[in-house]
Every structure is written in structure tokens, then in C-alpha cells.
T-cell receptor, first 114, second 114 residues
Framework: AQSVSQHNHHVILSEAASLELGCNYS??????LFWYVQYPGQHLQLLLK??????LVKGIKGFEAEFIKSKFSFNLRKPSVQWSDTAEYFC????????????FGTGTLLAVQP | DTAVSQTPKYLVTQMGNDKSIKCEQN?????MYWYKQDSKKFLKIMFS???????INETVPNRFSPKSPDKAHLNLHINSLELGDSAVYFC?????????????FGPGTRLTVL
């Protein structure tokens, strides 16, 4: 069965530090990849997604992610975090087919200290 | 304007009761979903409907019954509630069932079973 791993469960950074959150998936075929963010008290919203083409994807709020097929990875990055980036970040995979079934990782809680 | 809304936001009830959670989307989407987020923040899909037709039905106890009166609404009815049903339930919608479609999430309903 397909699965998604987010190895960093809790990350604490100071403002202006660089961020990289890991995401690995287990599936040998074509995948569609997503990063969602959940700010405190809010609903999940899409940060960015990858379907095909350039493996470096840019999203909202200065986030980007790189798809490395050989490593089954889709890590999220931001050069300089802000206090407002404090949130839970979820990686998700969709293996295509006839349904839009998202398989989520367990999430990474990012706390940015001012 | 709220895109995907859920009611109620909080639901506290006793074991054995029957309860419903309502979801509505005003995005004109054809596909809707229910996800369960457990205490460890793990998000797992439960059901999906496309134009009122059930297309995803994960391994969920048959005490859970989704109902879609029209494509803008997907309600979740739970019979004989158990302690393990305590979780946050998220509704989502997407334009259609295509695997590359972005899913838009509601604010969640926190269910506590005592």
C-alpha cells in the first residue's frame, strides 16, 4: 500500500532561519504530490503541488518543493521563515487512477520563534 | 464567503448516540470527501462522492454512512458512537475526480465521544 512519511514531527526555528521539511513516499509509479498547511485554528490549504514538468515547484508565501524521483522525495523549503509560518505542514500523495484519493503524511508542526 | 463549510464545529456526545455532521460547498465542485484526523494528526480519507455517486469507500465501520442529497452537500451520519470515533472530521471538495485536482478543505468538526 502507498504511504507517506514525514520524519520531522516537530521543528522549532528562529525567524529568518532556513526551512526544509522532509517528505518521502512509497510508490513506484507516477505520483502527484502536494503540500498542505494548517495554520492554528484554520482549515488545511494548499501550499503547492507537483504533477509533471520542472521538479522544482514554487508555491505561495515563498515556499518551494523539489521532486526527486530517484529518492521518492518531495521536500518543502523556504529560505527564511517568519513567525507567521508557524503551522502544521502535511505532505500528500495521489497515485492517480479514477479517483482523487489523497494519502497524507503524519504532519510536521513548525514553530517559529520571533 | 466560506468555500467549504461544516456544522457543527464542535460536537460532544455520549457513547451509543447517533450524530450527523453537515458539509456544504459553494464552489460548484462535483466531488466531495470526508477525512478523519486522529489524535496524532494523521489524516485518512473515508469517503468520496462525485455528483452524488459514491466513488471512494475506505475501510470504515458501517456505522458511518455518508449521504449526498445534491452535489453541493455531503453529510456524515454516525450511528452508535464509540470512544474511538473521537477525532476531527474534515470535509473537502474538488472540481472533479481527476487526480490532479486541488482539494479544498472545510474548517473541521471536532467530535468528542464520552
Amino acid at each position: 500500500a502507498q504511504s507517506v512519511s514525514q520524519h520531522n514531527h516537530h521543528v522549532i526555528l528562529s525567524e529568518a532561519a532556513s526551512l526544509e521539511l522532509g517528505c518521502n513516499y512509497s510508490y513506484g509509479g507516477t505520483v502527484n504530490l502536494f503540500w498542505y498547511v494548517q495554520y492554528p485554528g484554520q482549515h488545511l490549504q494548499l501550499l503547492l503541488k507537483y504533477f509533471s514538468g520542472d521538479p522544482l515547484v514554487k508555491g505561495i508565501k515563498g515556499f518551494e518543493a523539489e521532486f526527486i524521483k530517484s529518492k521518492f522525495s518531495f521536500n518543502l523549503r523556504k529560505p527564511s521563515v517568519q513567525w507567521s509560518d508557524t503551522a502544521e505542514y502535511f505532505c500528500a500523495v495521489n497515485v492517480g487512477g479514477a479517483t482523487n484519493k489523497l494519502i497524507f503524511g503524519t504532519g510536521t508542526l513548525l514553530a517559529v520563534q520571533p | 464567503d466560506t468555500a467549504v463549510s461544516q456544522t457543527p464545529k464542535y460536537l460532544v456526545t455520549q457513547m451509543g448516540n447517533d450524530k450527523s455532521i453537515k458539509c456544504e460547498q459553494n464552489l460548484g465542485h462535483d466531488t466531495m470527501y470526508w477525512y478523519k484526523q486522529d489524535s496524532k494528526k494523521f489524516l485518512k480519507i473515508m469517503f468520496s462522492y462525485n455528483n452524488k455517486e459514491l466513488i471512494i469507500n475506505e475501510t470504515v465501520p458501517n456505522r458511518f454512512s455518508p449521504k449526498s442529497p445534491d452535489k453541493a452537500h455531503l453529510n456524515l451520519h454516525i450511528n452508535s458512537l464509540e470512544l474511538g470515533d473521537s477525532a476531527v472530521y474534515f470535509c473537502a471538495s474538488s472540481q472533479d475526480r481527476t487526480s490532479t485536482d486541488t482539494q479544498y478543505f472545510g474548517p473541521g468538526t471536532r467530535l468528542t465521544v464520552l
